[in-house]
């Protein structure tokens, strides 16, 4: 009986390696910075085939052509001859008459060596990127090594690394082979396969249960200033609470953690962040950061990411479920995955105690603040939609922040139609449980769906006024039936130029100030043409030293309103920049700093409200 069941074993394996896409990444045998890959096909059914790389992948809303990292690229028929073909764009070649097409060799280059060169294209985000470099580490995420054939998706897939024999792969996928040069899985299409990334490095791992859930942390850090180990308590406490806080909405029953801290050496990266998948994310931070800077980070992004397991991993609609790489089409809510996602990653902190109340609101009022940078009447539907293009991409991290706060109001108009029956985390679960992984729903029917799992048609309201029409959602009513209100306080007048100084960030390859692209310049920025894209380099010939950072802002706080002032900035032109001087008289802006705080009398309906949304109990 084991004889026999162990031969069919034998048989069926044999069978769906001869119907999958063996896949080759080569680790070991890197040349001038490249991998090698090759792939092999199960004989074609088209005589006419179209080879693809991704422009973009789920959980990422940019086009980023992983296609242009590719060289070298050859078609081979059976016999090892090389098939003509036709590149059309970044990410796709077409073949004619390719029924004889077996192979598909070519090269990778890695994104990360790209970031601070935006000439010619905007940087990959680094969690979303690829990283190689010998001997020290090699960031897998599968949608930049690996492509497809059109029709030929749903084709499961053999993956096989080649890796030095001393290095260890941090990844959810389980290694079906016992050889320390190669580690062989097997996934069942090419949707799998771009859910399942790849750390390998030199071993820094650790596993370990948490709330029923198997986790491996695995950890990158350049200089060995940290260990995977340094963050195991913190990262215990938080999935415990993670778990806890979404009970059967979450069935993960392991999870991988990719830590990559970016060193001042190598890879001068910037998209600092994470990115989410089924049973793992991939995470990017500096190296140079405090211990408890990368706990609190771990805490804000690992979490976020890890409630994305639930929303739009596990429920979502036909664009994500049927995912077009080459030619996306995008999903109207954004609200709901990233903006009830960033929603629960703050929620849970509070409703499990990972921090304190007057932090939680710290964290809403921030949310109000920088959503002002934004355009506050372009509908959230109508800027998901259409997030890939130029008129709109700038807009996409508004959902971080009017997306978390919209999530928030739905959820204290729902405590409140329902009696504290029904918050935003119960309407997800009845829509999960209505859906699922496997069922995706109508992107245009949505709000159908949830008039349907909560019972109450004023959300159809709610949805067509702030979500998708061009009403300014009034946080501040919302707020206020929760016992809190909004504090305004008009700070003295300053010189600086952006209007919010805290946006202002540090270029150490050029030893300039830098500013977010969605900043709101200073009226004195204005009026001398400064650009929210120039750096600055000095300031009436004060350079900036990030070891004397406080001489520069010290000397800026002096300076009075008409006063004469030059400054020195570095402009982009093309793929170089110029040195330019910029001279106007000073003009100092007044701030309104807006704070919450709660009430110190509210009444009985806010205060029974406020608990209910606060502890997240009925």
Not at 56 to 68: A, E, L, W
Not at 292 to 306: K, L, M, N
Not at 345 to 361: P, S
Not at 527 to 535: A, H, Q, R, V, W
Request: proline share 4%; net charge negative.
């Amino acid at each position: 009986m084991e004889k026999t069941a162990l031969s069919l074993g034998i048989l069926a394996a044999a069978f769906v390696n001869a119907q999958s896409i063996k896949t080759n990444i080569d680790l070991v045998n890197v040349k001038d910075d490249k991998v090698a890959v090759t792939m092999e096909f199960p004989k074609m059914k088209s005589g006419d085939v179209k080879f693809h790389f991704p422009k973009t992948v789920p959980g990422t809303y940019s086009v980023d052509d992983y296609g242009r990292f590719i060289e070298g690229i050859k078609f081979l028929d059976n016999k090892g001859k090389e098939l003509a073909f036709t590149k059309v764009g970044d990410n796709t070649y077409k073949l004619k008459n390719a029924q004889s097409l077996t192979k598909v060799t070519y090269f990778v280059n890695d994104s990360f060596d790209e970031e601070t060169d935006a000439t010619k294209h905007k940087a990959v985000f680094s969690p979303s990127g690829t990283d190689i470099e010998e001997g020290k580490i090699y960031m897998v995420n599968t949608h930049g090594f690996v492509g497809y054939i059109d029709n030929m998706q749903d084709v499961p897939y053999q993956l096989i690394i080649q890796k030095p024999a001393d290095f260890y792969g941090t990844t959810a996928l389980v290694d079906q082979d016992k050889s320390e040069a190669t580690d062989t899985f097997t996934l069942g299409n090419y949707a799998k396969l771009t859910d399942s990334p790849l750390m390998y490095s030199k071993p820094d791992y650790i596993t370990f249960n948490a709330g029923g859930m198997d986790l491996v942390l695995g950890v990158y850090s350049p200089t060995g200033k940290y260990k995977a180990a340094d963050f195991k308590e913190n990262l215990e406490k938080m999935v415990v609470a993670q778990k806890k806080f979404l009970g059967d909405m979450n069935t993960n029953k392991k999870y991988a953690i990719m830590l990559y801290l970016a060193g001042t050496e190598g890879p001068q990266i910037k998209g600092f962040g994470a990115l989410e998948h089924h049973e793992s994310t991939s995470v990017v931070l500096h190296e140079m950061m405090p211990k408890e800077a990368i706990d609190e980070s771990i805490v804000d992004v690992v979490s976020h990411e890890f409630f994305h397991t639930v929303n739009p991993l596990k429920t979502h609609s036909e664009e994500i479920h049927y995912f077009d790489y080459a030619d996306p089409k995008m999903s109207q809510h954004l609200w709901m995955y990233e903006g009830g996602t960033e929603y629960f990653a703050n929620l849970f902190q509070i409703q499990e105690g990972l921090i304190t109340r007057d932090q939680f609101l710290q964290r809403i009022s921030d949310k109000i603040k920088n959503s002002k940078s934004y355009n506050d009447t372009m509908p959230f539907t109508v800027m998901s939609k259409n997030i890939l293009l130029d008129e709109y991409k700038d807009q996409y991290r508004n959902v971080y922040e009017k997306g978390t706060l919209l999530t928030m109001c739905l959820d204290i108009e729902l405590r409140k139609l329902s009696n504290g029956e029904m918050g935003y985390r119960d309407m997800i679960r009845k829509l999960s449980q209505r859906f699922g992984e496997n069922k995706p729903f109508k992107d245009d029917k949505l709000i159908d769906e949830l008039v349907t799992v909560t019972g109450f048609p004023q959300v159809r309201d709610f949805y067509n006024k702030y979500i998708a029409g061009s009403q300014p959602t009034p946080y501040a009513e919302y707020l206020a039936q929760v016992g809190v209100e909004i504090n305004k306080q008009e700070t003295p007048p300053i010189f600086w130029f952006v209007k919010d100084p805290n946006q202002t960030g540090y270029n150490d390859k050029n030893n300039t100030f830098v500013f977010d692209e969605s900043s709101a310049l200073s009226t004195f920025a204005k009026s001398i043409g400064f650009k929210i894209t120039d750096e600055i380099v000095a300031l009436d010939g004060k350079t900036i030293d990030i070891k004397n950072i406080q001489e520069f802002i010290n000397y800026s706080k002096t300076i009075k309103d008409g006063q004469n002032v030059s400054v020195t900035i570095l402009r982009k032109n093309g793929d170089k920049s110029d040195k330019m001087e910029l001279k106007g008289k000073a003009v100092l802006d007044k701030m309104t700093m807006e704070t919450l705080q709660f009430k110190a009398n509210p009444t009985a309906a806010e205060k029974k409200l406020q608990e209910q949304w606060i502890t997240g109990k009925k």
